[in-house]
């Protein structure tokens, strides 16, 4: 059971835009940034969002970020085959003293 | 080029004690956090433990406190993770994982390594 809360799965067509969300409490998500990663099949997370609606260079203004007291969402537009993967969400936890990650979102684009 | 290198994953029996490592290059190591995150078989990701810049400051999961222990060498670059007392449900993929923050851990793992595997297994 994971302290962030996403949904196991999305799906969506080409082109389409989707969104996942991530749900936590005050001690993370409410006073903590939220940051994303992405895993396509087989390979190391990758650094894909962070303080909440950044994006690090190289990840295309597809994505985008958000959040709104102790829930966080990812949203990709224009989806793209590549873009199937599974999207973890991950904040500071100031009562565990630690980071906490959501249990991940399993992208399929349709 | 950020490069993070782990080694030293493998094979162990329940109960005994496995290092493992990690050796960075193309950025000053001395300057940033780091952190090791592991990802069962077909599971999610899990924060394991953080080390800040200075090696003050450690912070492990309560899954693993008491049984691993993090270190740095800011003179070679390296990572280093310790770990003992081995469970089966320690089994995963061990990444090392830097941290965009330049002291203290955040959640903010901007570079991460390919990853080392441990088995707990007898």
């Known amino acids: 059971q994971s302290v962030l809360t996403q949904p196991p799965s999305a799906s969506g067509t080409p082109g389409q835009r989707v969104t996942i969300s991530c749900s936590g409490s005050s001690s993370n998500i409410g006073s903590n940034a939220v940051n994303w990663y992405q895993q396509l099949p087989g390979t190391a997370p990758k650094f894909l969002m962070y303080?909440?609606?950044q994006r690090p260079s190289g990840v295309p203004d597809r994505f985008s970020g958000s959040k709104s007291g102790t829930s966080a969402s990812l949203a990709i537009s224009g989806l793209q085959s590549e873009d199937e993967a599974d999207y973890y969400c991950a904040a500071w936890d100031d009562s565990l003293n630690g980071v906490v990650f959501g249990g991940g979102t399993k992208l399929t684009v349709l | 080029e950020v490069q993070l290198v782990e080694s030293g994953g493998g094979l162990v029996q329940p109960g005994g004690s496995l290092r493992l490592s990690c050796t960075a290059s193309g950025f000053t190591f001395s300057n940033y956090a780091m952190n090791w995150v592991r990802q069962a078989p077909g599971k999610g990701l899990e924060w394991v433990s953080s080390f800040s810049s200075s090696g003050t400051n450690t912070y492990y999961a309560d899954s693993v406190k008491g049984r691993f222990t993090m270190s740095r060498d800011n003179s070679k670059n390296t990572l280093s993770l310790q770990m003992n007392s081995l469970r089966a449900e320690d089994t995963a993929v061990y990444y090392c994982a830097k941290d965009s923050g330049r002291v203290i851990p955040t959640a903010r793992f901007d570079f991460w390594g390919l990853g080392t595997l441990v088995t707990v297994s007898s």
């Open positions: 303080n909440n609606n």
